[in-house]
């Protein structure tokens, strides 16, 4: 599995014209084959911070992702954004196995 973490730091101010795009870009993303989980949360403590979580079967998933056309309007909108800083890691995982 492939795991993406990382956060998007914009101006609290737009947050709520950018939320739409954010729901269809989760949603879609969603959809594709591949993609086990996709998250965009806002930071409890700074509204400026998005983080962001993603959960991929392998990396050539991943990899169609970035060639999806919701990416691209993605990326559309946040070039249109006042981005402060971002950062993301990709990391290769496996499952945890522990008794709850």
């Not at 795009?21 to 930071?43: K, T």
């Amino acid at each position: 599995m492939i795991l993406v973490s990382g956060k998007v730091c914009f101006r609290q101010a737009d947050l709520e014209r950018v939320r739409p795009a954010m729901a269809a870009m989760v949603n879609a993303s969603l959809a594709e084959d591949g993609c086990i989980d996709y998250a965009y949360s806002i930071d409890v403590l700074d509204p400026t911070i998005m983080r962001i979580i993603e959960r991929w079967r392998d990396r050539a998933a991943l990899a169609a992702h970035f060639q999806t056309p919701h990416m691209a309007q993605w990326l559309a909108v946040l070039a249109d954004l006042d981005i402060s800083d971002r950062e993301l890691f990709m990391m290769d995982g496996d499952q945890l196995e522990f008794g709850l």
